[in-house]
């Protein structure tokens, strides 16, 4: 099925530890997005890609990288995890990041730092 | 910075009932977004309505703007166990700002 598609679904870290939470996309959408969920917080944006090539912070970017690999694949790298980055991580995309359409969502990835 | 403030935090109604949810933001908009998150799943766009809209439809669905008090509301009509989850507004500024995100209202219907 057409989507957004995010690996790992879980994931159990150390402090200390490093991954990549990979999302890819096969809609042929421009933009791509990462974004947190926190109890009680709702989604907060970490970084965005408005296009292939181009990548820019949102609002909570510490800690975390980004790389717009092509079109379709937009990973997001913890280098050493912390326990304040135990959250769920959303990875999102849309047609032309202009806003006028709504976004396409992946399913999650459930990361606990220990 | 949160840009939408959903109210209520959470909603609990009987099956066949209607179910209103408010959202407030504080700058002013490109367009609106209602996303429905059922619980471990991930998000899904549910309605846009632009600034120069006042209403829009889709199915059981209704969403109004009022964009002098910057506020908006969604009417889910004759609800169903199904449509338990949390729904989310969702703000875009300008033409290609992200969306920002409000709390997220908790909504449940009792069969």
């Known amino acids: 099925n057409a989507g957004v598609t995010q690996t790992p679904k879980f994931q159990v870290l150390k402090t200390g530890q490093s991954m990549t939470l990979q999302c890819a996309q096969d809609?042929?959408?421009?933009?791509m997005y990462w974004y947190r969920q926190d109890p009680g917080m709702g989604l907060r944006l970490i970084y965005y890609?408005?296009?292939?090539?181009?990548?820019d912070k949102g609002e909570v970017p510490n800690g975390y990288n980004v790389s717009r690999l092509n079109k379709r694949e937009f990973s997001l790298r913890l280098e050493s995890a912390a326990p304040s980055q135990t959250s769920v991580y959303f990875c999102?995309?849309?047609?032309?990041?202009?806003?006028?359409?709504?976004?396409?969502f992946g399913s999650g990835t459930r990361l606990t730092v220990v | 910075s949160q840009q939408g403030e959903e109210d209520p935090q959470a909603l609990s109604i009987q099956e066949g009932e209607n179910a209103t949810m408010n959202c407030s933001y504080k700058?002013?908009?490109?367009?609106l977004q209602w996303y429905r998150q059922n619980s471990g799943r991930g998000l899904v766009h549910l309605i846009l309505?632009?600034?120069?809209?006042r209403e829009k439809h889709s199915g059981r669905l209704r969403v109004t703007l009022d964009t002098s008090k910057k506020s908006s509301s969604l009417l889910i009509t004759a609800s169903r166990a199904a449509d338990t989850a949390s729904y989310f507004c969702?703000?875009?500024?300008?033409?290609?700002?992200?969306?920002?995100f409000g709390k997220g209202t908790r909504l449940s219907v009792i069969a």
């Open positions: 809609m042929n959408h421009n933009s």
């Open positions: 700058t002013s908009i490109n367009n």
């Open positions: 969702a703000t875009v500024s300008s033409g290609n700002t992200p969306l920002v």
């Open positions: 890609s408005a296009s292939e090539g181009t990548t």
């Open positions: 999102a995309s849309n047609p032309s990041g202009s806003g006028g359409r709504g976004y396409t």
């Open positions: 309505i632009r600034s120069n809209e």
